[in-house]
């Protein structure tokens, strides 16, 4: 069973559109995060949370905003989407704590048309 | 060999080979990790080495990592088409547990 699931796989949006990436983990941890990969850029940091609360934003635009409604659960939310904006998605999960090491889910692949 | 800003490095070897692949960083620490990321997945923990160790295996994995000079290596011995992959190092986190990877190494092993 996948211990963190990304939801959708697949995402095509239209420029302009607003769309929220899905991510639950189910190990416990406590700490989780996002990373875009694109074939520009290679895994490229963008947030992190610890405890439901922002330890870390890399992400220069405010277009990008993540929600922890519960603390297994770290979404996404992504405005105004650009073509750019086209890469995939991943959530990440560790124990919080200097050097853990991290779980990824499988993605969400968003293209903006 | 990795380095943070360098483009993807690429290796293609036939199965049964073993192969070796360097990272270089930047910053000091006491933890580097190995990552793998196969086709349309995330990447996967494969192996993490600590300054203390110098050395570590697991089965067909070998690391090493050389704190004075920063670098970190990954071999893998008598390679499998299923090891096909792009191979990520990661040095450990600075100060709130945030991993930054360099560019990769896609090995492409062929049968």
């Known amino acids: 069973d996948p211990k963190i699931i990304q939801k959708p796989k697949y995402l095509v949006a239209v420029t302009g559109s607003e769309k929220i990436l899905i991510c639950e983990q189910y190990?416990?941890?406590?700490?989780m995060y996002w990373y875009r990969q694109s074939a520009k850029k290679p895994l490229e940091f963008m947030f992190s949370?610890?405890?439901?609360?922002?330890?870390d934003n890399q992400t220069a635009s405010s277009r990008f905003q993540p929600q922890s409604s519960k603390k297994n659960h770290l979404d996404l939310q992504i405005t105004a989407l650009k073509p750019d904006d086209s890469a995939t998605y991943f959530c990440?999960?560790?124990?919080?704590?200097?050097?853990?090491?991290?779980?990824f889910g499988s993605g969400t692949r968003l293209l903006v048309i | 060999s990795q380095w943070g800003e360098e483009n993807l490095q690429a290796l293609s070897i036939q199965e049964g080979e073993d192969v070796t692949m360097n990272c270089s960083y930047k910053?000091?620490?006491?933890?580097v990790q190995w990552y793998r990321q196969k086709s349309g997945k995330g990447p996967a923990l494969i192996i993490l080495?600590?300054?203390?160790?110098r050395e570590k295996r697991s089965g067909r994995l070998r690391a090493t990592l050389d704190t004075s000079s920063q670098s970190s290596s990954l071999s893998i011995t008598g390679t499998l088409a299923t090891d096909t992959a792009v191979y990520f190092c990661?040095?450990?986190?600075?100060?709130?547990?945030?991993?930054?990877f360099g560019a990769g190494t896609r090995l492409a092993v062929c049968p």
């Open positions: 990440a999960s560790s124990q919080e704590g200097r050097n853990s090491d991290y779980t």
């Open positions: 190990l416990g941890h406590n700490a």
């Open positions: 949370y610890s405890y439901q609360k922002l330890m």
């Open positions: 910053t000091y620490t006491t933890v």
């Open positions: 080495i600590r300054s203390n160790e």
């Open positions: 990661a040095p450990g986190a600075g100060s709130f547990n945030k991993l930054t």
